[in-house]
T-cell receptor, first 112, second 110 residues
């Protein structure tokens, strides 16, 4: 089955800890995106990547980092600099020459 | 003014009614328009995609785009309890980034 997978489904972060959220796609899509969703705020773009080994900051990149070493994978690290990390994190991908994005199932990050 | 405005609701309708959702936007460069459906604690799924102005129909769903008024709509006919979800509008000017509305929660009451 083609699709986007995110893991884990739930993640708990301790104070001062960095955590990494996984996103993998087997759709052969070129671009990948990370969004954060908070109640009442809609989706906000954290980082995106249009090709391997290249990525751009979105609207709320502070406290986050990404890498794109493989076309299929786009992990997101939530660093200790992100002071309010509790949110639902969504990964999406898009095929080149198309505007529609397809989303994974999401990871809910909670702070202990 | 936000780029995309969407009334968050919630909107409650009886089963079988027509659901009418809409978004307004300020960026006249938007030309790609999408509606996503998101069930609770799940990722959004693409429901409808429209390029430029006009109507598009898919089963019980109709998407309308009026670029002159900067207004898009989604209609759900014969609504079912399974249509209870949050509906997100999204749009792009072709720069590989989407601007999203905040989402409109819909509850279909059996």
């Amino acid at each position: 089955d083609g699709g986007i997978t995110q893991s884990p489904k739930y993640l708990f972060r301790k104070e001062g800890q960095n955590v990494t959220l996984s996103c993998e796609q087997n759709l052969n899509h070129d671009a990948m995106y990370w969004y954060r969703q908070d109640p009442g705020q809609g989706l906000r773009l954290i980082y995106y990547s249009q090709i391997v080994n290249d990525f751009q900051k979105g609207d709320i990149a502070e406290g986050y980092s990404v890498s794109r070493e493989k076309k299929e994978s786009f992990p997101l690290t939530v660093t200790s600099a992100q002071k309010n990390p509790t949110a639902f994190y969504l990964c999406a991908s898009r095929k080149d020459n198309q505007e529609t994005q397809y989303f994974g199932p999401g990871t809910r990050l909670l702070v202990l | 003014q936000k780029e995309v405005e969407q009334d968050p609701g919630p909107l409650s309708v009886p089963e079988g009614a027509i659901v009418s959702l809409n978004c307004t936007y300020s960026n006249s460069a938007f030309q790609y328009f999408m509606w996503y459906r998101q069930y609770s604690r799940k990722g959004p799924e693409l429901l409808m995609y429209t390029y430029s102005s006009g109507n598009k129909e898919d089963g019980r769903f109709t998407a309308q785009v009026d670029k002159s008024s900067k207004y898009i709509s989604l209609f759900i006919r014969d609504s079912q309890p399974s249509d209870s979800a949050t509906y997100l509008c999204a749009m792009s000017e072709g720069n590989n980034r989407l601007a999203f509305g905040k989402g409109n929660q819909v509850v279909v009451i059996p």
